[in-house]
């Protein structure tokens, strides 16, 4: 590996690397714009100019285009390196709007940092400026073109690495335009990280348009619950709304970024249709006294019909706190079912996949992307697992040979354009055996087992695409507590009563069997059969660990406190106005936390820390971190 110096640091890196990642490696900043990590090169900014003092390279050059080699010696404060880069941050700055105190991006703009921290604060230029007419691009992005720098960080995302092919660079020189040929919806699945990409405020949020500067969040690292993946997110909320999502860097699994659909689906979150209030019987009480009340119900439902017609039921979308307190829920009671699934192919399938799954063939996201051969089969990668399309892609520009096996897996025009792909009837018909990093991808929710099994026989890696972002911990419970699903209990017949957990349940359950309590955060069908209802957090309102699609636990922080958000209440809605010291209609608690109230009251012990036992490992897990792989330890 070639040694360098830099800034007086001795270092040794990886053959390939540039000096802008070298210096990166030891905490040395370099100004840039165009470069980054996912996109490698461009030497379109040419902000990131460093001074080569001895070596086989001497003089100003650009750090990002320069690979390290042997005996390179680098100054980065050095007074030429040091005046180029201001003369660059001044030419940027000549057509650049001074409109930061209205710009969404202020505060989070690497435009104005190393403006700043050039010494570029007073404009000498007094002429007229470029402008350009700015474009609808739809109800997720905000186009203020006047505010871009050429770095073309936007278009080569897009384009390149995501596959777009509705937005692009048009123009020469000052001219340049990025945007569509006319104004329009974008139409990659994608499109939202053109708002973390872009190093000014080009491409904003417009759904956090005006709501708040970057300061004014509250926002933890967190995991997106849209899908099985477990894609790391940063939320942002403030006055109890859930503002807007970006992406956390874990190279594990999403790397930089995050597909729309966890970007954007904050409505749910902010819904005023929310279960916020406890009731029962329709009528709102305290959540004290409704666990009263399921505690009262309990005892005389398991009085008349015996703890054998009781089914507890969790959820593959709830944290696997408390889906463990549900299993403990059903020791207590001795209750006659505990269900993780509600649909029997789905469950039997979910328990077959992670049965399969070890640490030697499970396949992140970073394996798909290293891949030299990527089998698809039984799913609908953009609709299912976006992200995993995305992985899918990378692989493909590597070279990667992808097969679409059988006929469950719709190619339609938007997977086309991400990636090409052969078809093949069977998994037979793969040339696994050719390929020295292969993957297969499969879902869970078509044909049955036999292709799970077909998979896992393979040898390839695997990557199984399952419903929900606890899934995997809910199939590894369902084996460890023997668990069936729901529909398996209702067809035993002796089920009368239900507690549901964050529970999606048919809703045209029997008439005779009662919903004695359901607990959730969306207001399901299932909330208005249920006689006690308990409000119970969402993933941005707590924290809680996920197990995604590889087996690899993740913890989430709470972003906001539960209660009504401030925006858009209207007089029905609006809390009465007297000082308190609580938000309103803020009593919900995590499904845990919910359920350690009711087994105290029923007589067990108060659980303050769920992972207990074989998951104490994750006691300590930090999020932050790259996870916990389960499967190193199941």
């Known amino acids: ?230 894609c790391n997110t940063v939320p942002m909320a403030r006055y109890r709304e859930l503002l807007k999502t970006t992406a956390r860097r874990n190279d594990a699994v999403n790397g930089w970024f995050l597909c729309d659909r966890g970007r954007f689906s904050n409505s749910a979150v902010n819904a005023p249709d929310r279960p916020r209030r406890a009731l029962v019987d329709s009528q709102p009480v305290s959540v004290a006294a409704a666990l009263d009340a399921i505690s009262l119900r309990l005892n005389g439902f398991l009085a008349l019909h015996g703890s054998g017609a009781l089914a507890i039921v969790g959820s593959p979308r709830m944290s696997l706190e408390g889906n463990l307190l549900a299993a403990r829920l059903r020791d207590l009671l001795g209750a006659g079912a505990l269900c993780y699934f509600s649909d029997v192919l789905h469950a039997e399938r979910a328990v077959e996949a992670v049965s399969l799954l070890n640490f030697e063939n499970s396949a992140s996201q970073e394996d798909v992307r290293q891949s030299d051969l990527v089998a698809v089969m039984e799913c609908d990668l953009l609709d299912q697992a976006p992200m995993m399309a995305l992985a899918v892609r990378q692989a493909w520009r590597n070279g990667a040979r ?26 037979s018909d793969v040339p696994l055996a050719s390929a020295k990093r292969p993957v297969i991808i499969c879902g869970t929710r078509h044909k049955g087992l036999l292709q799970i099994r077909t998979a896992a026989a393979s040898g390839a890696r695997l990557a199984f695409i399952l419903d929900g972002p606890n899934a995997f911990g809910c199939a590894l419970l369902s084996n460890q507590q023997g668990a069936i699903s729901f529909s398996e209990a209702l067809v035993e017949g002796k089920i009368k009563g239900v507690i549901a957990l964050e529970a999606d349940l048919p809703s045209d359950l029997p008439l005779g069997i009662r919903v004695l309590a359901a607990a959730d955060w969306l207001p399901t069908p299932l909330l208005e059969r249920a006689e006690i209802v308990l409000p119970v957090t969402s993933w941005v309102e707590m924290d809680g660990t996920y197990v995604n699609n590889e087996g690899r636990a993740q913890r989430f922080k709470q972003v906001m406190q539960p209660g009504l958000p401030i925006k858009g209440l209207t007089p029905e809605l609006h809390p009465p106005r007297v000082h308190r010291h609580d938000a309103p209609a803020g009593e919900a608690l995590p499904s845990w936390r919910m359920l350690s109230e009711l087994l105290e009251r029923l007589g067990d012990e108060r659980f303050e820390e769920p992972l207990s036992g074989r998951w104490e490992v994750l006691s300590g897990l930090q999020a932050e971190g790259g996870g916990e792989l389960l499967t190193r330890v199941k």
């Open 1 to 230: 590996m070639p040694k360098l110096i830099i800034d007086n640091i001795e270092l040794e890196v990886p053959e390939g690397t540039n000096v802008l990642e070298a210096a990166r490696s030891v905490g040395i900043v370099i100004p840039h714009f165009c470069w980054h990590p996912a996109l490698g090169k461009a030497g379109a900014c040419r902000v990131c100019a460093v001074k080569l003092l001895e070596g086989p390279v001497k003089g100003l050059q650009m750090s990002c285009m320069l690979p390290v080699q042997d005996g390179m010696v680098v100054s980065t404060t050095d007074e030429e390196a040091l005046a180029m880069r201001r003369a660059v941050i001044e030419w940027l700055m000549i057509n650049h709007p001074h409109d930061c105190p209205v710009c969404d991006e202020g505060g989070e703009c690497q435009l104005q940092d190393y403006t700043i921290a050039g010494g570029h604060g007073i404009r000498r230029y007094d002429g007229k400026k470029r402008t350009h007419f700015n474009q609808q691009l739809g109800p997720y992005i905000e186009h203020e073109m006047n505010r871009c720098i050429q770095c073309y960080r936007c278009a080569r995302f897009y384009q390149e690495y995501a596959g777009g092919t509705d937005f692009g660079v048009m123009g020469r020189a000052g001219t340049i335009y990025f945007g569509r040929q006319q104004d329009g919806t974008l139409e990659s699945p994608f499109s939202g990280n053109l708002v973390d990409i872009c190093p000014t405020g080009v491409f904003t949020d417009k759904t956090a348009r005006f709501r708040a500067r970057y300061w004014d969040y509250d926002m933890a690292p967190s995991v997106c619950p849209h899908c099985s993946l477990g």
């Open 402 to 427: 992808v097969y679409i096996v059988g006929s469950e897996c719709p190619i339609d025009v938007a997977q086309q354009e991400l990636f090409e792909s052969e078809s093949a009837i069977s998994l």
